[in-house]
């Protein structure tokens, strides 16, 4: 079954509007190609080895299970930064106690290389990387198609994207999200309390992301509207908005629209705030120099007010009441491409995009924006 498919899978809104792409794609180790960039540079000394790998068609849990085969090395002492697609050629690093570093003499697997090796003071933990850069070539595309291909390329460049969570993260059958509610409401999954505490916060997770994609799709509607209807039509179509409250969405340019009482944080990184001086946060949003920040749901995230947590009541509503078994978070609505390249090949027919992405983001949201339709149909 092929993942983006499948019905219990909510589909959220684009933000372009163009029709879909006629493309090709296929994620393998030729056309989809991943390479993690470090948080920050190796020291060169300290009691930790970290070693770059390029893995071909391996999950980070393969690649660790081989080399723990290889070296005697405990799987629980090796560190890493974040998880890769098993799908592709991916490059990453992964941190292992120095003393072991012989052990890796003469190290061969077929699946996976050996790139480099450097000391460092201390162990890579989940979240220890600025983001991945990708490649992902597309087949078959007729030079009307490459057109439209740059054209939407270009626009996302200008205007960023909504950093929707991809559909890894709700399972081959996309019934990750609904688990995830059940093991929440009842404590136990089709009747029995799973053994693994980590399979447990993996599906809660995926109810909380199909959350942020359902806010975030509505956001991205009125975002949309804002610009279509008229401050009539708006009122008609969302009666909890005050006229004051439509006058401002209509006032600002940018497609994704800012609304007073949400979460803002300083982009790429920094502090969460409230959206105050709703005007001066617009400037700052064009500048890219902060974003909107959805709504991870549990009790330790940072509250937004007015409009912005009516928007968000309609959507977390059912999942409040189990807010203390959740510790939450906010993450980035909206995101911005970064190192943007593209190359048509018509003789063979293949269009070439490299991008990088912020840690967490998902070059499959990305390609699906662009293309307009399921990728793996």
């Given amino acids: 079954m092929k993942p983006m498919q499948d019905n219990t899978t909510f589909k959220p809104l684009y933000a372009l509007a163009h029709t879909p792409i006629n493309a090709y794609f296929s994620k393998n180790s030729d056309d989809f190609v991943v390479r993690e960039i470090p948080l920050y540079e190796f020291s060169g000394d300290g009691e930790h080895l970290i070693v770059e790998i390029s893995k071909k068609d391996m999950t980070t849990q393969e690649a660790l299970k081989a080399l723990s085969d290889f070296t005697g090395i405990k799987i629980r002492e090796f560190g890493y930064a974040g998880l890769k697609d098993k799908q592709g050629m991916t490059t990453q690093f992964i941190s292992m106690p120095r003393k072991f570093e012989a052990n890796l003499a003469n ?48 626009k996302l460049d200008e205007i960023g994207y909504p950093n929707y969570f991809g559909y890894q993260r709700f399972g081959k059958f996309g019934d990750n999200a609904a688990s995830g509610f059940e093991i929440l409401k009842h404590g136990t999954l089709n009747g029995k309390k799973l053994k693994n505490p980590k399979m447990s916060e993996f599906l809660i997770s995926a109810y909380q992301s199909d959350l942020f994609n359902r806010w975030l799709s509505k956001r991205i509607e009125i975002s949309r509207f804002a610009d279509e209807f008229s401050a009539k039509e708006l009122a008609e179509i969302y009666k909890f908005m005050s006229a004051d409250e439509i006058r401002e ?60 947590k009516k928007i968000e009541d309609d959507i977390f509503s059912k999942a409040s009441e189990f807010e203390a078994k959740m510790s939450g978070s906010r993450r980035f609505a909206w995101s911005y491409l970064e190192n943007v390249q593209y190359k048509y090949n018509p003789e063979k027919a293949h269009f070439g995009i490299n991008f990088t992405l912020q840690k967490g983001s998902y070059a499959t949201v990305v390609l699906e924006e662009i293309l307009h339709k399921d990728i793996f149909e």
Wanted: proline share 1%.
């Fill in 249 to 308: 969405l209509k006032s600002q340019k940018q497609f994704f629209k800012l609304i007073r009482g949400e979460v803002l944080g300083h982009y790429p990184f920094g502090k969460y705030f409230l959206c105050e001086d709703l005007q001066s946060e617009v400037e700052k949003f064009n500048l890219k120099d902060r974003t909107s920040c959805g709504l991870i749901v549990g009790s330790r995230a940072y509250k937004s007010e007015g409009l912005a």
């Fill in 107 to 154: 190290f061969s697997h077929d699946k996976m290389k050996i790139l480099n090796m450097n000391a460092h003071n201390n162990k890579l933990r989940i979240g220890h990387l600025k983001g991945n850069s990708f490649f992902i070539r597309l087949k078959k595309v007729l030079a009307t198609d490459a057109l439209k291909l740059e054209q939407a390329i270009k």
